[in-house]
């Protein structure tokens, strides 16, 4: 089993900026992606970042340019900076990853998510 933790959300005024943060714990032998995804009321979970445990990242077109995600295998982290905030980026932002265990096979898992509220 594997738990993902995350934290950094919270309330930022349109043009702000946060970091959320997720840890990842448990029968990890690597994370082989590890990212980002969000839900807005009405809406369906949808990708926001991704990056590959080789470094390879993915975006959504409309975070392109105001998002960041990193990773720290090390730590079996991944961060994901939001600059320049929007109305639209509120949403609860999940973290989510695949891994292959130590103990064999792969698997997905997701975060309890985090709250991120952008206010005019």
């Known amino acids: 089993q594997v738990q993902l933790v995350e934290s950094g959300g919270g309330l930022v005024q349109a043009g702000g900026s946060l970091r959320l943060s997720c840890a990842a714990s448990?029968?990890?032998?690597?994370?082989?992606?590890m990212g980002w995804y969000r839900q807005a009321p009405g809406n369906e979970r949808e990708m926001v970042a991704v990056a590959t445990s080789g470094g390879s990242t993915s975006y959504a077109d409309s975070v392109k340019g105001r998002f960041t995600i990193s990773r720290d295998n090390t730590k079996n982290a991944a961060y994901l900076q939001m600059n320049s905030l929007r109305l639209d980026d509120t949403a609860v932002y999940y973290c989510?990853?695949?891994?292959?265990?130590?103990?064999?096979?792969?698997?997905?898992?997701w975060g309890q998510g985090t709250q991120v509220t952008v206010s005019s």
């Open positions: 989510a990853a695949a891994v292959r265990h130590q103990s064999g096979g792969d698997s997905e898992y």
């Open positions: 448990g029968d990890i032998f690597v994370i082989k992606v």
